[in-house]
């Protein structure tokens, strides 16, 4: 019951992200600005964990709902694109996690940016190269992939790889990771031939802890993507 009351919310949820505001206008963007955009929705739109290294066990479920702030470095070039006012990327999204046979967890996501037309949905594959136990951590390690959808002038997805570590004290868990995303930012039905594809990496370091209170569970994170720094919170159930 509890599970498909979870469900339920989130779905909710989702169908609640207001409706598109402020459309992201990358014509006309010069080939700097459009490098610095894209730099910062890459450290935004990235894959975050939001929960530690220790793998779930056979059937077992993360489910939530979060929201992540990332600071962006480079406001101007949003302005430039038609997006006014804004110094923090807000990523509101619901999440699950399911546990696999062989310590595997895989996971999904979907949100979006409210007040414009930026929507994405991720997803995550990790495997426990330690499971954890009581004298030992865990140690994860993961492969993500988000896309963007809902910027028709725009076709932007990341990879990343990462590697994390926890270790749970009762219903105390920290853990911290580190890892790299690639970055393809592409423009397509443009007016004019510029701005052109942009790919690249960015470094990534996060640190998070996961409270469980058996009948609620909370996550908070904090990652620094390239130059721009994040901060997430989920909230939801985990058995």
């Known amino acids: 019951m509890k599970c498909r009351q979870a469900l339920a919310a989130a779905f909710l949820f989702a169908l609640s992200l207001p409706a598109a505001a402020k459309d992201l206008d990358i014509s006309g963007l010069a080939q700097t600005d459009f490098r610095l955009l894209s730099e910062d929705l890459g450290a935004a739109l990235s894959y975050k964990p939001l929960t530690p290294a220790e793998p779930l066990g056979l059937f077992g479920f993360d489910i939530g709902i979060a929201a992540t702030g990332t600071k962006?470095?480079?406001?101007?070039?949003?302005?430039?694109?038609?997006?006014?006012n804004v110094s923090t990327a807000v990523v509101p999204s619901v999440r699950l996690n399911l546990g696999l046979p062989f310590r595997f967890d895989i996971g999904a996501m979907a949100g979006g940016?409210?007040?414009?037309n930026v929507r994405l949905w991720g997803t995550e594959l990790r495997f426990a190269?330690?499971?954890?136990?009581?004298?030992?951590?865990?140690?994860?390690?993961?492969?993500?992939?988000?896309?963007?959808?809902?910027v028709d002038q725009l076709d932007f997805d990341t990879k990343g790889l990462d590697i994390s570590i926890s270790k749970g004290?009762?219903?105390?868990?920290?853990?911290?990771?580190?890892?790299?995303?690639w970055v393809t930012s592409a423009p397509k039905d443009l007016p004019t031939a510029i701005p052109t594809t942009e790919?690249?990496?960015?470094?990534?370091?996060?640190v998070g802890a996961n409270l469980n209170f058996a009948i609620v569970n909370f996550a908070f994170e904090g990652d620094r993507t390239g130059d721009a720094t994040s901060y997430g919170l989920k909230i939801g159930f985990r058995f």
Not at 199 to 206: A, Q, V
């Open 113 to 116: 940016v409210p007040g414009t």
């Open 72 to 84: 962006l470095e480079n406001s101007a070039a949003f302005q430039k694109a038609g997006v006014d």
């Open 199 to 206: 790919s690249f990496s960015l470094d990534k370091l996060f």
């Open 129 to 150: 190269i330690l499971g954890g136990g009581v004298a030992v951590p865990a140690i994860g390690i993961r492969g993500s992939y988000t896309k963007l959808t809902g």
């Open 169 to 181: 004290f009762a219903f105390f868990t920290p853990y911290a990771g580190v890892g790299r995303v």
